[in-house]
C-alpha cells in the first residue's frame, strides 16, 4: 500500500506561482508513475502531468506545458507540481497519484492510476 499526501495548495494572485508537494509513504519501486491531477468546479478530474520515477520522463497536459514543471526526489520520496503564470482556470482541486507500470507508460487518464491523496485546493483569482 502506497500512501500520498499532498500539500502547498493555497490562494494566489493571477500570474502567481506556487508549489505543491507530494509525500510518499512506503517503497517506490523503479517502475512506478507518479503524476499530479486536478478538478475544477464543475469540471472531471484531468491529467496535469506525469514522471516517471526512474529516468524522470515527464509528461504535461497542453493546457500546462511551459507553465508548469514536474519534479521528484527518490531519495526523500517526494513530488513537486511547481506552478508559474498561473490563471483563473487553474483554479482546481490538485491530486497526487501513482501506479505501478512496468512498461514506465504515463497515462493520462485518472482510471489508470492506483493510489491517491487527499487533495489539496488551489485558487487562483484574476
Known amino acids: 500500500q502506497v500512501q500520498l499526501v499532498e500539500s502547498g495548495g493555497g490562494l494566489v494572485q493571477a500570474g502567481g506561482s506556487l508549489r505543491l508537494s507530494c509525500a510518499a509513504s512506503g517503497r517506490i519501486f523503479s517502475d512506478y508513475i507518479m503524476g499530479w491531477f486536478r478538478q475544477g468546479p464543475g469540471r472531471e478530474r484531468e491529467f496535469v502531468a506525469g514522471?516517471?520515477?526512474?529516468?524522470?520522463?515527464?509528461r504535461y497536459a497542453d493546457s500546462v506545458k511551459g507553465r508548469f514543471t514536474i519534479s521528484r526526489d527518490a531519495v526523500k520520496n517526494t513530488v513537486t507540481l511547481q506552478m508559474s503564470s498561473l490563471e483563473p482556470e487553474d483554479t482546481a482541486v490538485y491530486y497526487c497519484a501513482a501506479n505501478n507500470n512496468p512498461r514506465r507508460i504515463i497515462y493520462t487518464t485518472p482510471n489508470s492510476m492506483d493510489y491517491w491523496g487527499q487533495g489539496t485546493q488551489v485558487t487562483v483569482s484574476s
Open positions: 514522471i516517471t520515477w526512474s529516468g524522470g520522463r515527464t
